[in-house]
């Protein structure tokens, strides 16, 4: 039987869209048979900043014209004014609330994210449909990751699912106390990568799964023993692709931060180079 393989595309802020795309340029650099075989994966899984590069992989554009947005000088993001300790703190103290379960503690979080003032929803819809060359579901499986805020759950959108593309990683990118919840229908959403930032379980009736992660290895998860148990407990074969030293130190003290999109971008590009004969192994596995 044929192998069902997943490609997942982690959160990690604008830092993790562009580190994601140059990975892919690079990967495609050195081997562009392997870059192909990640892009006819199966399935496809984005999580926050993986939803932005799972939507723009379908859109129709090419992985060089990607590139060239996430380089070029022009950019329709917004800095949030926030860095990234604000967001680490909310975790923090919905951890250690007591007595609460799992569903309970992102039920917190949801509501800080409510509480918290933020552009408005408008505004923030408007710099997602920017990132989008398309703005319809393509014709392959795709698997968006959002946290429902009032029952503290993950969700999944497809294609399937009666939710707009622009609308599903607005929601999947909806960091709470950065970006405003983002409501469709009468549930209302926040970031994917509140739950995982990788969120596994949506590959979870693949054999094999490439998992792109803008960060260490050993960063922690608010959730389960990090990233890397997640990955290293999937049902299948897995190969984690995790942010190097150099890809790191291009992030800078903030990924949320616009500045850091072209270091970002070339610095993924510089480690896709590097990973390709291992991810062109795998895939031969």
Request: aromatic letters at 4%.
């Amino acid at each position: 039987m044929a192998t069902k393989r997943a490609l997942v595309l982690a959160g990690g802020g604008i830092a993790g869209i562009a580190w994601e795309t140059g990975i892919l340029r690079g990967i495609a650099d050195e081997s562009p048979q392997t870059v192909q075989a990640l892009l006819d994966s199966d399935v496809m899984v984005g999580t926050s900043a993986g939803s932005t590069v799972a939507a723009q992989l379908g859109s129709g554009l090419s992985l060089d014209e990607l590139y060239l947005r996430q380089i070029g000088a022009k950019s329709a993001e917004l800095d949030p004014g926030v860095g990234i300790d604000s967001v680490t703190d909310l975790f923090v103290d919905a951890m250690l609330t007591p007595n609460s379960d799992k569903a309970q503690k992102l039920q917190k979080i949801g509501q800080v994210a409510l509480d918290t003032p933020t552009v408005s929803a408008a505004v923030r819809r408007e710099v997602i449909a920017a990132r989008l060359p398309s703005h319809e579901w393509p014709q392959r499986v795709l698997r968006i990751s959002a946290v429902d805020i009032d029952r503290g759950e993950l969700v999944s959108f497809d294609r399937d699912s009666g939710v707009g593309l622009v609308d599903a990683v607005a929601a999947s990118c909806a960091v709470p106390g950065v970006w405003p919840v983002v409501t469709i229908g009468d549930r209302r959403y926040m970031d994917g990568g509140v739950n995982s930032s990788v969120n596994m379980v949506l590959a979870a009736d693949c054999d094999a799964a490439v998992v792109l992660v803008p960060s260490g290895q050993n960063t922690p998860s608010p959730f389960g023993a990090g990233v890397s148990a997640e990955i290293d407990g999937f049902a299948g074969a897995s190969l984690g692709v995790y942010a190097d030293d150099d890809a790191v130190d291009a992030f800078g003290e903030n990924p949320l931060d616009p500045d850091c999109r072209v270091p970002s971008a070339q610095a993924g590009r510089r480690q896709g180079r590097r990973v390709a004969a291992a991810v062109a192994e795998f895939l031969a596995g």
